[in-house]
């Protein structure tokens, strides 16, 4: 039958009620013509069988596409589902198959819009509901989802996938409170959903409670061996936790699962590094680009733990990558911290200048970094102590517990803080916990720019750093907290907690910051690094302030100088020692054989025997780099120079 009869016959049957009969002739002109006009739009003018209830679609067609959909073939699911929602426009279950493979395909907001359609044509499917609160967190509207899915556990208190939609919700939303109790929900519902102990494992371990976390973690492996994401998160909860060589396992673990994982080879890398194996870092982050050979900020990693000699073909692969249009802004970036060190080590330092500015230029846009934010913070922080007196009685305040205190080393970035807790870590009582967060989270805790500070908020700070240490898993007895720019906070600390030791460590100017220029920060804190003037103004911020802790706490801070360390190794080591109240221990001058883990960017320095002049190390790119000289001198030709902290450090 030709196809002008086929479509004459299909028109006469609509007209006499034969329904079914006309949409098979209309599909079957379809079949072989499917952009025929008036097929689709006889079809269309069919009545439909569906809504809340059955589809007109014939059943071969929907359950077609909902095999095609459960083998994974979701682009070929929404070309063919958008090709029947022409001819099917009301039919529920096409826009609920488009959502769910848009969703899949990362296509998030095309994913909300379909969901939409569908539950507008089946107001009354709760797992519909649910799937578009997803898709909401997942487009970046987790504040609507979180609306749409309250509505609905009020409506089916004990709908599972309801409330672990709403944890997720939450948990985009930093409200991890409550978050939990929607994960500990699930779990109450259904004891063996792995989702929602994974969930719950998860949040646990944002909110730094790893043992918790790790047992939980445990309890959802047993469900669910063969996970490889739950032993991968593990993985990272313990590596957080500080416990490395038990995060190894879980990384290897999750490999074993599935060997594609190149983000879990890159962070044993990161362990390796930390713990000064540089050979297996090496040939872990090469693992790696086999498996993504694109990875930007894999080739950057590379980089840091191999020496490049000429001829390299790594250059290559890293020109390549640039020079492809298609490489992100952000891509580009990693990669040319990644060329400036390949032109570095080959003495090339003219171009590796250019490309170290090209790098920071890039970084650069990824902040919206206001050095005025940081003056005026810097400001309060001053105006805030002017009011509290040193002299004011601290009987209130409970001092760190005697059997864990904290030995505070701080200062600039790249100022030589890793050194300084190296040789402190080596000691038999101490513990290096590297840069914790707990004093910031603690300080601003109490939201002191609002409420100033007196004796109730300085109890809080108190309250709230001793529970955070007090949690590091260790039996050391001095806790050592080296977070850099914990130098804004050295009042605010000493206020809080009286036995706690200041350690100020500082170093020739210009190499810090030529250093922190040079560097590449995974930490989102040093936005001020990626610009000259910027990192110029925060340095004499930085000056400005440490006189300011030094007029108000004159023996409460200890300066090390890094120049003279590396000269006068053991005098100033037991300086060290003795000023973080500690009896001297011979281990401190063999820090390079600690088996302490230094979890920064000078991990790879600080795991060898103690060098001198790595301070001068600015001077090969000293033809280029001359504003940043001039400016340092400036500041110091000005009187803002720190000399009396350096006589002090000498």
């Not at 952000?330 to 500015?357: C, I, P, W």
């Amino acid at each position: 039958m030709s196809v002008e009869k086929k479509l004459m016959l299909a028109k006469k049957m609509a007209k006499n009620g034969q329904i079914e009969a006309a949409r098979d002739l209309f599909q079957s002109v379809l079949d072989k013509f499917p952009k025929n006009r008036r097929a689709i739009d006889g079809l269309k003018k069919l009545p439909a069988n569906s809504g809340a209830g059955g589809s007109g679609i014939p059943k071969i067609q929907l359950n077609g596409l909902i095999q095609l959909f459960n083998d994974g073939n979701f682009q070929t699911v929404v070309k063919q589902a958008l090709k029947l929602s022409q001819i099917y426009p009301r039919e529920a279950p096409l826009f609920g198959l488009l959502g769910a493979s848009f969703l899949r395909l990362n296509q998030h907001d095309e994913a909300v819009s379909n969901y939409e359609k569908s539950l507008n044509l089946n107001l009354t499917s709760t797992e519909l509901k649910v799937s578009l609160g997803y898709a909401l967190i997942k487009a970046d509207r987790a504040f609507e989802a979180i609306e749409k899915l309250k509505a609905v556990v009020d409506e089916n208190p004990n709908f599972e996938h309801a409330h672990l939609n709403l944890g997720l919700a939450y948990k985009a939303t930093i409200e991890f409170e409550l978050a939990q109790k929607c994960f500990e929900k699930v779990h109450q519902i259904n004891p063996k959903s792995t989702d929602g102990l994974f969930n719950l494992a998860n949040i646990l371990a944002q909110i730094d409670d790893f043992d918790a976390a790790d047992r939980t973690y445990e309890k959802a492996m047993e469900l669910a061996p063969r996970r490889a994401d739950i032993a991968y998160n593990r993985a990272h909860a313990l590596e957080r936790a500080g416990r490395y060589e038990a995060a190894l396992e879980f990384y290897k673990i999750s490999l074993n699962i599935n060997p594609n994982q190149a983000s879990a080879l890159n962070n044993i890398a990161v362990i390796h590094k930390m713990q000064g194996n540089k050979k297996e870092a090496r040939r872990s982050f090469e693992s790696a680009l086999t498996i993504a050979p694109d990875e930007a900020e894999l080739h950057r990693n590379l980089t840091t733990v191999k020496t490049f000699r000429s001829g390299d073909p790594h250059i290559s692969q890293i020109s390549r990558l640039l020079n492809d249009t298609k490489t992100s802004e952000l891509n580009k970036m990693h990669l040319r911290f990644a060329m400036a060190k390949a032109q570095e080590d080959l003495g090339d330092y003219q171009t590796a200048y250019s490309s170290y500015v090209s790098a920071n230029q890039l970084r650069k846009t990824v902040f919206e970094y206001d050095l005025k934010d940081d003056l005026d913070e810097f400001k309060a922080i001053k105006n805030c102590f002017l009011e509290w007196s040193k002299d004011k009685p601290q009987s209130n305040t409970n001092p760190f517990p005697t059997t864990k205190r904290a030995v505070f080393i701080l200062g600039m970035p790249r100022s030589g803080t890793s050194l300084v807790e190296k040789i402190l870590a080596s000691h038999p009582k101490v513990y290096g916990a590297g840069e914790l967060e707990f004093l910031n989270s603690s300080v601003n805790s109490i939201q002191w720019k609002k409420n100033g500070l007196n004796q109730d908020n300085v109890q809080k700070i108190a309250n709230h750093y001793r529970d955070a240490v007090n949690a590091i898993s260790t039996e050391k007895t001095v806790i050592t907290d080296k977070m850099p720019l914990n130098f804004r906070w050295v009042g605010f600390a000493i206020a809080a907690l009286p036995d706690a030791k200041i350690l100020h460590v500082h170093r020739d100017p210009i190499a810090t910051c030529w250093s922190i220029f040079k560097h590449y920060f995974n930490t989102t804190g040093n936005g001020f690094g990626y610009n000259i003037d910027d990192l110029v103004g925060y340095y004499q911020a930085y000056l400005d302030l440490m006189l300011f802790w030094h007029d108000r706490f004159p023996e409460r801070i200890v300066d090390i100088d890094y120049e003279n360390l590396t000269k006068n190794q053991e005098i100033i080591s037991r300086k060290i020692v003795s000023s973080a109240a500690l009896n001297w221990d011979p281990a401190c001058l063999e820090f390079q054989h600690s088996k302490q883990v230094v979890a920064t960017a000078s991990n790879m320095q600080v795991n060898q025997p103690m060098y001198q002049n790595s301070s001068k190390a600015w001077r090969d790119f000293q033809p280029w780099i001359s504003p940043l000289v001039d400016k340092i001198k400036t500041i110091s030709a000005s009187g803002q120079y720190l000399p009396a902290i350096h006589r002090k450090g000498k």
